[in-house]
Structures are given as C-alpha cells and as structure tokens.
C-alpha cells in the first residue's frame, strides 16, 4: 500500500478522522484485506465495489441472524452489529444506508440456510487462503455479536457450530461411534431425555432414524446416520443430561451435518412419522420451532 507524506493531506480532516477511527480500533482490522488487497478482485475497482457491497449484506444477514438465534434481540448485541457495519461501511467508501439495511434483515426471517447460501455466493471465485480468511473474519464477528450482552445461550452455540460444519470449519468425524448405536438404546435414551434435549435434538434424530428405515439408502449413507445417532447414544455423553439443555450442544452438531448430508432422503413421509413422534412427548408445539 502506497502512503502519502503530503503535508496537506496529512493534515487534511478526512484523513485525521480516518486515523482517529483506526486509532480507537472500532472498526475491525481483520476485515480490511478483503477490498484493500490487490489479490481481491484483480485490480478490477467496478468488481471490487460490488464485492465489498455483498460483504456488507452478507456481515449484516450473519449478525442479524446470529443475534436472532436465541429468539430475543439483545440491545447490546444490535449495537455490536450497527457498530461494525458502519464503521465497515466508512471504511470501504460504501456510502450505504447501514440502518435501513439493518432494518430489512431484521424484518426477515432469516435461516441458517439463508446464511449459509449468501456466504457461499460471496466466496465465489476466491482461492481457498482467501476463502479461510474470510469465514475466520466472519466466525471472530460472530463470536463478538454473541458475546456482546455477556451471554451465550445454548441456541447461539448449536448455530454457530452449525454454521461452522457447514461451511467446512470443523468437523466431527461420527462415523466411528456407528458401534455405539443400536435401536434399543436409542428408543430408550430418546424416550428418557427428550425434554431434556429440546424438540430440535429430539427431531434431528427422529429424521435420522426414519430416513434409516428406507431400504434404498446407501450403505454410507447409513453409517453416517448410524455414526451420528451413536454418538448421541453415548454412555458418558449422560452424565450432563440432568442439567436440561446442557450437555446436548455437540449432539445437535452431529445430527444437524448429517441432516445436511442426507437432506435428499427427508421425504414428507419421513417429516410426518418425526413429528408424529415428537407429539407423544411433547404434546402440542411450535412447528417453527423444528426448522433445522
């Protein structure tokens, strides 16, 4: 990067004001060499613009959602997101209405799919350093939108997990725990601990199982399903069941990567028999409260 030692423009007051924002670090240094780098965009300052446009969106969407995930909005969490994207705004020349684009993803019921989508859109055409730089910048905002009101609850932790198997940043290889599954102990611990678990647990599961009852899976297939319900079958993985919502975290990990892989298996036939399942212990819920 070329700097100036122009006695002018040093002393000019956009540049006092840039340094003073880079001096109080608000806007978040991780995020400037995507646009600032030559190997962004090839010099190509029309491509450049619109890229740094669909990561502004693409910021916005992933803390909103993110911010959402545990159904209440806290006013620390919104100010942690309005403060990064405009300081990204200002920074990148944008010159984009940073609360009315807060205020149209907000209004939205965003998903996990919705944010995923939108991430891989953006990563298109970037080499694979590039695409790690990016989805660590994105996970490090992340983690600040929510820790920003000093809790993180259990909803933002099994998304934001989902979201990093999703996108390839971790993974849990479950196909080893298949020795662990039988039906038996899974009708048994299901049986046992459903509430305790939650209705998305408990339903991931359930698609899992019934999706393993068509004969025309593959053999692979079912050793990832297999995997992914013994791993939830684990003996010591009990111990912190008596604590309700604790303990089920990496489960609901699990079963939501495989859900992912054999999404194609998920017949209506297959969401009919899970739901039914779910009504004999839970009663009357929230179908909203399934979407994986």
């Not at 700097?3 to 340094?19: A, L, M, N, V, W």
């Not at 806007?27 to 190997?39: A, E, H, I, Q």
């Not at 695409?131 to 099994?158: C, H, M, P, T």
Request: proline residues 3%; glycine residues 8%; contains cysteine.
């Amino acid at each position: 990067m070329k700097i100036s030692h122009d006695p002018e423009k040093q002393g000019s007051e956009s540049h006092r004001k840039k340094k003073e924002r880079n001096h109080r670090g608000r806007f978040p240094n991780y995020l400037l060499p995507f646009g600032k780098r030559p190997f962004f965009g090839a010099g190509n300052e029309s491509y450049m613009d619109n890229k740094n446009k669909e990561l502004l969106i693409l910021m916005a969407k992933t803390g909103i959602f993110f911010a959402q995930a545990d159904g209440q909005v806290d006013k620390k969490e919104r100010e942690a997101i309005s403060a990064f994207l405009d300081n990204m705004n200002d920074e990148m020349d944008l010159m984009e209405d940073v609360p009315a684009l807060m205020n149209r993803y907000f209004s939205q019921n965003l998903s996990l799919d919705d944010v995923v989508a939108a991430t891989n859109r953006y990563l298109e055409g970037y080499n694979e350093f590039e695409r790690k730089s990016l989805l660590n910048s994105v996970s490090r905002f992340i983690e600040n939108v929510i820790s920003a009101d000093g809790v993180k609850s259990l909803e933002e932790k099994q998304f934001y997990l989902g979201w990093q198997q999703r996108l390839g940043l971790v993974s849990i290889d479950v196909s080893k725990y298949q020795q662990n599954y039988s039906e038996d102990d899974f009708w048994r611990k299901l049986g046992k601990c459903a509430k305790k678990a939650g209705l998305k647990v408990v339903y991931s599961a359930l698609l899992l199982y019934y999706v393993s009852t068509d004969k025309s899976i593959p053999g692979n297939i079912k050793v990832a399903i297999f995997g992914a319900l013994g791993y939830l079958i684990l003996p010591m993985d009990l111990l912190p069941d008596f604590i309700p919502g604790i303990g089920f975290a990496d489960d609901l990990g699990a079963l939501l990567a495989v859900c992912s892989l054999v999404k194609g298996h998920i017949t209506p036939e297959v969401e009919k028999k899970a739901k039914a399942k779910l009504s004999d212990w839970f009663g009357v819920f929230d179908e909203k409260d399934l979407v994986l």
